[in-house]
């Protein structure tokens, strides 16, 4: 049939006249939700006939089935809209209600890339194999590669909520990395039991940290370590021995227990100059011994200060270094009719140790004329000073002391760190590092 010609192109051809433009409008109803065909009948009963088309006028029903205003049509079971939503097979361009999760997605059913353009370029696209590049085709070996562009960063976290994190990498394989970062190639030095953050400037590790209670080097001291930061001083090296390593809270197993809270050395061989800090270190360099003593620095260089001279040029300055622990003080006396008593400071008594095997060491220089003195009463508190065949000057004196510090004790008097019977102990080795490229990093390096 035509309507507005005689030569019909279908079954039910509407062809207006070149003077009256009108358009084909159709049945109007209520729809209440996609899957209910009320209130749309057939004129010859029964159900009515997929390809029914009617215009919906209302907003109505209940998540997935409900319906907006638009064209639908009768697919013999529900509603489904022309296009958009709800209830359409098309994803509209302001958003979609009305979809079933697990059911309705944007995607491909074949082996086809998605790509993402602005301004006619390709942005970003999802490779059919599951992978993602941003400003980047993707790779087949990591889940999203995100290309830097012109000045931009590759990636930028910001986090402006006290309890989020700008940045957060969790890995759950025992030998992967949660984060991995190279500027300049992507060898490097790696943890062997993967890491919470590895990065390489120059084939060696910028940041790395534990993901677990593996030893992340296969050497003497294997252990535990939170993080670490290594600046590489050859880029060819292989090992850390050429780097120079600091590390943050780690646990050594062998020769000695050894806790830490950091790790540093320097120079092209790392055990010429390193030094750990925050560490317990068992006093007698047994393994099985309990107990150790606390340090706040343990290294092989020196005490040191720097101050100005005369053209305020820095200068340095050294501390003395004793094979024991041990306590000093100074002070100023007086002898009264030739004897005086020095009470030590109380809190000084309390962290010292002083027996037979632990004596209490005095030097006195005399600041003015008398038969001499000697030392006597000696203890924790104090010691007395008394003049030479009984004399009774009244004359002022230095005074030096040097004393065993007191091991540490807890309330209930457990020694917590031992410092008493300490004499040239056996110290903790330098840390070796060993390299570790994994898989992974092998797989991109033939890739580039």
Known sequence: MGI???????????????????????????????????????????????????????????????????????????????????????????????????????????????????NGTERARILSTGTMGINSVGTTTSQLTVAASGTNDAIAGTANHNVANAVWGRNAHATGTAVIGATNGLGGIYPTNGAGIAGSGTNSIGVYGSTGNGSPNNDAHDGNHAGGFTLDSDNNATTANSSATARLAGKEISPARTLYGGYFSSFANSSTNYAYVGVNYNHNNNANANGGTNYKILGNGVVSTIVPDADNKPRIMFAPEAPEVLFQDYGI????????????????????????????????????????????????????????????????????????????????????????????????????????????????????
Not at 25 to 38: D, F, G, Y
Not at 88 to 116: E, K, V, Y
Not at 417 to 424: A, G, P, Q, W
Request: proline share 5%; with cysteine.
């Open 4 to 118: 507005g010609t005689t030569t019909p192109a279908g079954a039910l051809d509407l062809n207006p006249t070149v003077t009256t433009n009108f358009g084909f409008v159709a049945p109007r109803v209520a729809l209440t939700s996609t899957i209910l065909q009320a209130p749309v009948v057939n004129p010859q009963g029964g159900a009515i006939t997929a390809g029914t088309v009617v215009y919906n006028t209302a907003t109505a029903g209940t998540t997935p089935n409900n319906v907006g205003p638009g064209l639908y049509y009768w697919n013999g079971a529900k509603w489904i809209a022309f296009a958009g939503s709800p209830g359409g097979l098309d994803w509209s361009l302001t958003g979609n209600s009305g979809t079933t999760a697990g059911t309705n997605f944007i995607g491909t059913t074949d082996a086809q890339d998605i790509r993402f353009h602005t």
């Open 333 to 448: 006396g007086n002898l009264q009719n030739g004897i005086a008593t020095i009470k030590l400071d109380k809190i000084l008594s309390k962290n010292i140790l002083v027996d037979a095997n632990h004596p209490l060491k005095v030097f006195i220089q005399l600041e003015g004329d008398c038969n001499g003195v000697f030392v006597t009463d000696k203890s924790a508190e104090g010691f007395t000073v008394k003049e030479l065949q009984n004399g009774n000057s009244n004359v002022t004196f230095s005074w030096q002391i040097v004393a065993t510090r007191a091991d540490a004790k807890d309330a209930n008097g457990n020694i917590t760190s031992h410092f008493e019977n300490l004499r040239f102990p056996v110290g903790p080795n330098a840390i070796k590092e060993t390299s570790l490229k994994t898989k992974e990093i092998k797989k991109e390096e033939a890739q580039n």
